[in-house]
């Protein structure tokens, strides 16, 4: 969507959303003040994300399912977290122990994979919550209380990954995607980084600053990854200028920290994204920045401060790299439709007795499963430490060769 469509498209803000985004507004202005008139992109994600009272995760609006901003899998379907528990019951009879889900948005994930794997007999020691937004752990604690007792007292809140290493499952949906990036633009003659600054009228506008030498270290890794000899334009870089695009440096971090926290398992992550080489391909010039506001998706991010989503796709090249760097093994990544038709999604729609219940599955499943929607745009990848078996989830495809 262009610039000119945002603008007209997007629904008019209510009273209090307004008031609530011209006090993010303001601490965005102040911190740009501060850095002397230019904020890196990510420092302004911090702000309009993340800032206790004021960011988009930490305040109260709705965010997840039809009545919010955007859907994830849980919400359109009870059969992904039925999948989904498939494989983590797997892995929890090879390693023992427990579930850590990271960011668990509804609770409608950590519902569907409990009640599953009781049904299975695998149920884990405890299912473990890490969650950053008070506003939606209190969502998930008061979802997760419907739960019968054996379930619900399972269950238990962590405000940091847990000091002692556990054994088991780690669960990320959709979490790598919402971590804060930086974006880059190929100028005529410099690499330049995007940040964020004030119009005389003190409104939000782009502004770009040369690159420092950390992002360009970022920058020229992916470059050198990419392989490419020669390319039909001039300078350093294999992407022509006015190319523009996004990395994540919280990345390797943050992976090196989910491998500190796992002694023996797997970690699971499911995001939308691609391979570096389909990631940063020239063609893809503008990048992979989305907005989401009220079920419609942009490329504005200084709309609405503090009142939509802003994500970037994954780089799985750059999480698998991480993983293996932090000591853990690429032991799957795939498609989400390979996943969850290897997990037995199929047999979950066709084990419904009710026509009308079967129609309504099948279509929640084709949601789930087709590449116009969520079935290519999304995948699976498995980090493991300590496990050697194959992972069923990963017996339809293999795309590791793609890395």
């Known amino acids: ?7 007209t498209n997007l629904p008019p803000l209510q009273a209090d959303e307004a008031q609530h ?3 993010v507004l303001q601490a965005v202005r102040d911190a740009i003040e501060r850095q002397g008139g230019w904020l890196a992109f990510d420092d302004y994600l911090r702000i309009v994300l993340y800032q206790p009272g004021l960011g988009y995760y930490s305040a109260g609006s709705a965010k997840l399912g039809s009545g919010g901003d955007f859907v994830t ?9 039925r999948a989904l528990a498939r494989q983590c019951g797997e892995v929890l009879q090879l390693a023992g122990g427990d579930v850590l889900e990271l960011g668990a948005g509804s609770g409608a994930l950590a519902a569907g994979v409990l009640v599953t794997l009781q049904q299975l007999g695998r149920l884990p020691q405890h299912y473990y919550i890490l969650e950053v937004s008070a506003d939606l752990r209190r969502r998930q604690q008061q979802r997760l209380a419907s739960l019968p007792a054996e379930l619900h007292s399972r269950v238990q809140w962590l405000d940091a990954l847990p000091e002692a290493p556990l054994a088991g499952v780690v669960l990320a949906n959709e979490v790598a995607d919402a971590l804060p990036f930086k974006r880059f633009l190929i100028g005529a003659d410099a690499l330049l980084e995007r940040g964020v600054a004030l119009s005389a009228q003190g409104q939000l506008i782009d502004a770009e600053r040369p690159a420092d030498s950390a992002l360009r270290a970022q920058v020229a890794h992916v470059a050198e990854s990419l392989g490419q000899p020669s390319w039909p334009w001039p300078g350093p870089w294999p992407w022509p200028p ?6 994540c440096p919280m990345l390797s971090p943050w992976i090196a920290a989910i491998a500190a926290a796992l002694s023996h398992g797997v970690a699971l992550l499911i995001d939308y994204g691609l391979a570096r080489h389909e990631y940063y391909h020239p063609q893809r010039f503008d990048g992979t920045l989305r907005c989401h506001f009220r079920q419609r998706a942009h490329d504005q991010p200084l709309l609405y401060p503090g009142l939509q989503d802003i994500s970037a796709w994954v780089d799985f090249t750059r999480l698998a790299e991480a993983g293996v760097d932090a000591g853990l093994t690429l032991a799957g990544y795939c498609t989400q439709a390979a996943f969850l038709l290897a997990n037995g999604i199929e047999a979950d729609v066709a084990a419904s007795e009710a026509t009308l219940d079967r129609a309504r599955l099948a279509s929640q499943a084709r949601a789930l499963l087709l590449p116009g929607a969520m079935g290519e745009t999304f995948k699976v990848m498995a980090l493991a430490r300590g496990l050697t078996a194959p992972l069923r989830g990963f017996q339809y495809q293999d795309l590791r060769g793609s890395l």
């Open 21 to 23: 985004g011209a006090r």
């Open 242 to 247: 006015g190319y523009q695009s996004e990395v």
């Open 1 to 7: 969507m262009t610039s000119a469509d945002a603008l």
């Open 73 to 81: 899998a849980p919400e359109v379907s009870e059969l992904f977290g």
